[in-house]
Protein backbone atom coordinates (compact mmCIF):
# COMPACT_ATOMS: atom_id res chain seq x y z
CA UNK A 1 0.00 0.00 0.00
CA UNK A 2 2.74 2.22 0.62
CA UNK A 3 4.02 1.82 -2.98
CA UNK A 4 0.82 2.75 -4.51
CA UNK A 5 0.72 6.10 -2.36
CA UNK A 6 3.91 7.02 -3.90
CA UNK A 7 3.01 6.10 -7.44
CA UNK A 8 -0.05 7.75 -7.39
CA UNK A 9 0.90 11.42 -6.64
CA UNK A 10 -2.14 13.16 -8.63
CA UNK A 11 0.28 15.78 -10.06
CA UNK A 12 1.85 12.84 -12.08
CA UNK A 13 -0.84 10.26 -12.39
CA UNK A 14 -3.13 10.12 -15.74
CA UNK A 15 -6.40 8.25 -16.27
CA UNK A 16 -6.54 6.63 -19.47
CA UNK A 17 -9.71 5.65 -20.85
CA UNK A 18 -9.70 2.97 -23.82
CA UNK A 19 -12.91 2.46 -26.16
CA UNK A 20 -15.94 3.55 -23.80
CA UNK A 21 -17.46 3.41 -27.38
CA UNK A 22 -21.09 2.89 -28.55
CA UNK A 23 -20.25 0.05 -30.34
CA UNK A 24 -18.91 -1.42 -27.84
CA UNK A 25 -20.94 -0.41 -24.90
CA UNK A 26 -24.14 0.51 -25.84
CA UNK A 27 -27.28 -2.30 -26.36
CA UNK A 28 -27.57 -0.37 -29.46
CA UNK A 29 -24.21 -0.79 -30.94
CA UNK A 30 -22.57 -2.90 -33.18
CA UNK A 31 -20.97 -5.73 -30.91
CA UNK A 32 -24.54 -6.28 -28.60
CA UNK A 33 -25.96 -6.61 -32.63
CA UNK A 34 -23.80 -8.85 -32.96
CA UNK A 35 -24.92 -11.28 -30.34
CA UNK A 36 -22.69 -10.53 -27.67
CA UNK A 37 -23.39 -9.37 -23.74
CA UNK A 38 -22.25 -5.83 -23.01
CA UNK A 39 -24.24 -5.83 -20.04
CA UNK A 40 -20.61 -5.71 -17.78
CA UNK A 41 -19.41 -2.51 -20.11
CA UNK A 42 -23.26 -0.65 -18.65
CA UNK A 43 -22.63 -1.59 -15.51
CA UNK A 44 -19.19 -0.52 -15.44
CA UNK A 45 -19.59 3.15 -16.81
CA UNK A 46 -21.12 4.37 -13.76
CA UNK A 47 -18.69 3.76 -11.54
CA UNK A 48 -15.85 4.93 -14.04
CA UNK A 49 -17.73 7.98 -14.19
CA UNK A 50 -17.86 8.47 -10.23
CA UNK A 51 -14.07 7.42 -10.20
CA UNK A 52 -13.04 10.37 -13.27
CA UNK A 53 -15.20 13.06 -11.34
CA UNK A 54 -13.48 11.93 -8.07
CA UNK A 55 -10.04 12.24 -9.84
CA UNK A 56 -10.43 15.78 -11.70
CA UNK A 57 -11.49 16.69 -8.11
CA UNK A 58 -8.35 15.78 -7.02
CA UNK A 59 -6.52 17.35 -10.33
CA UNK A 60 -5.73 14.26 -11.95
CA UNK A 61 -5.26 14.38 -16.03
CA UNK A 62 -7.69 12.29 -18.30
CA UNK A 63 -7.10 11.05 -21.44
CA UNK A 64 -9.79 9.32 -23.69
CA UNK A 65 -8.72 6.69 -26.04
CA UNK A 66 -10.84 5.83 -28.89
CA UNK A 67 -10.64 3.48 -31.82
CA UNK A 68 -10.96 4.67 -35.50
CA UNK A 69 -11.52 1.92 -37.84
CA UNK A 70 -11.19 3.18 -41.63
CA UNK A 71 -10.27 1.66 -44.77
CA UNK A 72 -7.07 3.70 -45.15
CA UNK A 73 -5.95 2.66 -41.85
CA UNK A 74 -7.26 -1.25 -42.23
CA UNK A 75 -4.80 -3.47 -43.81
CA UNK A 76 -6.19 -7.19 -45.09
CA UNK A 77 -4.51 -8.39 -41.45
CA UNK A 78 -6.44 -6.27 -39.61
CA UNK A 79 -9.53 -7.02 -40.93
CA UNK A 80 -9.17 -10.51 -41.20
CA UNK A 81 -7.26 -10.82 -37.65
CA UNK A 82 -8.72 -14.19 -36.05
CA UNK A 83 -12.03 -14.54 -38.47
CA UNK A 84 -12.13 -16.64 -41.40
CA UNK A 85 -14.15 -13.58 -42.51
CA UNK A 86 -13.18 -10.26 -43.12
CA UNK A 87 -14.66 -7.83 -40.58
CA UNK A 88 -16.60 -4.92 -41.81
CA UNK A 89 -15.50 -2.93 -38.56
CA UNK A 90 -17.47 -1.23 -35.89
CA UNK A 91 -16.06 2.32 -34.57
CA UNK A 92 -16.18 3.15 -37.89
CA UNK A 93 -14.59 6.77 -38.07
CA UNK A 94 -17.10 9.66 -37.99
CA UNK A 95 -20.59 7.33 -36.90
CA UNK A 96 -22.56 7.56 -33.97
CA UNK A 97 -20.85 3.74 -32.76
CA UNK A 98 -17.67 5.82 -32.87
CA UNK A 99 -18.74 8.54 -30.15
CA UNK A 100 -17.84 8.03 -26.37
CA UNK A 101 -20.36 6.22 -24.35
CA UNK A 102 -22.09 7.70 -21.71
CA UNK A 103 -19.30 9.93 -21.39
CA UNK A 104 -17.97 13.37 -21.90
CA UNK A 105 -14.50 14.29 -22.09
CA UNK A 106 -14.15 17.72 -20.46
CA UNK A 107 -12.34 20.88 -21.71
CA UNK A 108 -8.62 19.97 -22.07
CA UNK A 109 -8.69 15.99 -22.07
CA UNK A 110 -7.68 14.82 -25.30
CA UNK A 111 -9.21 12.14 -26.86
CA UNK A 112 -6.70 9.92 -28.13
CA UNK A 113 -7.39 8.35 -31.72
CA UNK A 114 -6.21 4.91 -32.51
CA UNK A 115 -6.74 2.56 -35.46
CA UNK A 116 -5.04 -0.85 -33.60
CA UNK A 117 -5.24 -1.69 -29.77
CA UNK A 118 -3.10 0.15 -28.14
CA UNK A 119 -3.56 3.05 -26.90
CA UNK A 120 0.54 3.87 -27.59
CA UNK A 121 0.94 2.58 -30.78
CA UNK A 122 0.88 5.40 -33.43
CA UNK A 123 -1.19 7.45 -31.21
CA UNK A 124 0.15 10.89 -29.73
CA UNK A 125 -0.52 9.42 -26.42
CA UNK A 126 2.99 9.29 -25.06
CA UNK A 127 3.59 13.00 -26.59
CA UNK A 128 0.61 13.75 -24.21
CA UNK A 129 2.06 11.73 -21.39
CA UNK A 130 5.15 13.48 -21.48
CA UNK A 131 4.44 16.99 -21.64
CA UNK A 132 1.80 16.15 -18.45
CA UNK A 133 4.70 14.75 -16.56
CA UNK A 134 3.28 11.61 -16.15
CA UNK A 135 4.95 8.62 -14.09
CA UNK A 136 1.97 6.39 -13.40
CA UNK A 137 -1.29 5.28 -15.40
CA UNK A 138 -4.39 4.32 -14.53
CA UNK A 139 -6.00 2.07 -17.08
CA UNK A 140 -10.04 1.59 -17.68
CA UNK A 141 -12.51 0.68 -20.08
CA UNK A 142 -13.07 -1.92 -22.60
CA UNK A 143 -12.58 -4.68 -23.44
CA UNK A 144 -10.12 -5.68 -20.51
CA UNK A 145 -8.52 -8.33 -22.52
CA UNK A 146 -8.13 -6.71 -25.51
CA UNK A 147 -7.74 -2.77 -25.84
CA UNK A 148 -7.18 -2.59 -22.24
CA UNK A 149 -5.07 -5.14 -21.93
CA UNK A 150 -2.72 -4.25 -24.81
CA UNK A 151 -3.00 -0.02 -23.48
CA UNK A 152 -1.65 -1.30 -20.37
CA UNK A 153 1.09 -4.11 -21.72
CA UNK A 154 2.62 -1.26 -23.68
CA UNK A 155 2.14 1.63 -20.57
CA UNK A 156 4.93 -0.92 -18.82
CA UNK A 157 7.04 -0.95 -21.53
CA UNK A 158 6.90 2.57 -22.15
CA UNK A 159 8.53 2.46 -18.16
CA UNK A 160 5.42 3.98 -16.81
CA UNK A 161 3.86 2.61 -13.57
CA UNK A 162 0.85 0.88 -14.16
CA UNK A 163 -2.59 0.75 -12.18
CA UNK A 164 -5.68 -1.02 -13.33
CA UNK A 165 -8.81 -0.66 -11.97
CA UNK A 166 -10.63 -3.92 -12.01
CA UNK A 167 -14.37 -2.00 -11.21
CA UNK A 168 -13.81 0.00 -13.88
CA UNK A 169 -12.70 -2.10 -16.73
CA UNK A 170 -15.24 -4.53 -18.28
CA UNK A 171 -15.26 -7.59 -21.14
CA UNK A 172 -17.68 -9.94 -22.68
CA UNK A 173 -17.12 -12.67 -20.74
CA UNK A 174 -15.54 -12.55 -16.81
CA UNK A 175 -13.28 -15.01 -17.49
CA UNK A 176 -11.50 -13.22 -19.41
CA UNK A 177 -11.66 -10.20 -17.22
CA UNK A 178 -10.31 -12.38 -14.11
CA UNK A 179 -7.31 -13.86 -17.02
CA UNK A 180 -5.87 -10.16 -17.34
CA UNK A 181 -6.38 -9.16 -14.00
CA UNK A 182 -3.81 -12.26 -13.49
CA UNK A 183 -1.96 -11.14 -15.94
CA UNK A 184 -1.08 -7.88 -15.31
CA UNK A 185 -1.33 -7.84 -11.07
CA UNK A 186 1.49 -10.97 -11.52
CA UNK A 187 3.68 -10.03 -14.19
CA UNK A 188 3.03 -5.86 -14.48
CA UNK A 189 1.55 -3.47 -12.15
CA UNK A 190 -0.95 -3.25 -9.51
CA UNK A 191 -4.55 -4.37 -10.11
CA UNK A 192 -7.05 -2.28 -7.42
CA UNK A 193 -10.58 -0.71 -6.88
CA UNK A 194 -11.94 2.66 -8.27
CA UNK A 195 -12.38 3.18 -4.17
CA UNK A 196 -9.01 2.52 -2.64
CA UNK A 197 -7.76 5.10 -5.01
CA UNK A 198 -9.97 7.65 -4.51
CA UNK A 199 -9.39 6.97 -1.07
CA UNK A 200 -5.29 7.39 -1.25
CA UNK A 201 -6.18 10.81 -2.85
CA UNK A 202 -8.28 11.74 -0.23
CA UNK A 203 -6.08 11.04 2.85
CA UNK A 204 -3.31 12.90 0.85
CA UNK A 205 -5.43 15.92 0.67
CA UNK A 206 -6.60 15.49 4.42
Not at 82 to 109: D, I, K, V
Not at 152 to 180: G, K, P
Amino acid sequence: MARLQHILAPATTAVLVVDVQNDFCSPDGATAKSGRSVQASIDMVPRLQRFLDGARAHGVHVAFICVNNTDYTSSEAWRYRASETPRLGNCREGTWGAELYALTARPGEPIVVKHRNSGFYNTRLETILRAWKIETVIVTGTATNVSVEATARDAVQHDYNLVLLEDCTAAYEQHAHDATLYNLRTFYGTVTTAGAVLAIWSGASA
